[in-house]
């Protein structure tokens, strides 16, 4: 059975910086895509981008909106797709989620919540 | 970036009713369109790829269509646990991007 597992999320403080890991079992993590979505509160879902597997290049895209702050990485040994998120501002609180694959996203996680407040 | 605009943005509807929701893009993204439904506290789930195509396990009341610019998800008659917010979402180029959504209700 796939699954994905966010976790990481919490309150941080303007400014600072989180880590969030997706931990996945169930498929061969190093022949898939990862990707990162998020939900702010109301709101429909927002790509942040995704990570091509190891094969093809282990290179990541990412939204314009999060492009300079953010960073996705993965530890194929582990089964481990990480969102580093730096400089995080109020308008970066969702829901995130990371995904298997980029285009047909079948598998999500459960999400974990980051709230950026002072 | 491609613009996805859905329609309509909610709508009230009864079991056994057929439902049809509009999705269209600002630009040809061909047939590289996916379909999700949404329930509170949930994350979304994938019902449909390549703008027609039924992903595993979603019931055949689901249906969609379209290519280019327009493209529709039609519920050929609704069940009560398919009352949800939808979403269409283009992954010809990226940023991938997503429609404002169309929440189901009860009528």
């Known amino acids: 059975e796939v699954q994905l597992v966010e976790s990481g999320g919490g309150l941080v403080q303007p400014g600072r910086s989180l880590r969030l890991s997706c931990r996945t079992s169930?498929?061969?993590?190093?022949?898939?895509?990862m990707s990162w979505f998020r939900q702010a509160p109301g709101k429909g879902p927002e790509w942040l981008g995704f990570i091509r597997s190891t094969p093809y290049g282990g290179t990541a895209e990412y939204a314009a909106s999060v492009e300079r702050r953010f960073t996705i990485s993965r530890d194929d040994s582990k089964s481990i797709a990480y969102l580093q998120m730096n400089s995080l501002k109020s308008e970066d609180t969702a829901i995130y989620y990371c995904?298997?694959?980029?285009?047909?996203?079948?598998?999500w996680g459960q999400g974990t919540l980051v709230t950026v407040s002072s | 970036d491609i613009q996805m605009t859905q329609s309509p943005s909610s709508l009230s509807a009864s079991v056994g009713d057929r439902v049809t929701i509009t999705c269209r893009a600002s630009?040809?993204?061909?047939?590289?369109l996916n379909w999700y439904q949404q329930k509170s506290g949930q994350a979304p789930k994938f019902l449909i790829y390549?703008?027609?195509i039924l992903q595993s396990g979603v019931p055949s009341r689901f249906s969609g269509s379209g290519s280019g610019t327009d493209f529709t998800l039609t519920i050929s008659s609704l069940q009560p646990e398919d009352f949800a917010t939808y979403y269409c979402q283009q992954t010809y180029s990226t940023p991938l991007t997503f429609g404002g959504g169309t929440k189901v209700d009860f009528k």
């Open positions: 169930g498929f061969t993590f190093g022949d898939f895509a």
């Open positions: 630009q040809s993204i061909s047939g590289y």
């Open positions: 390549g703008a027609s």
């Open positions: 995904t298997r694959d980029h285009k047909r996203t079948v598998y």
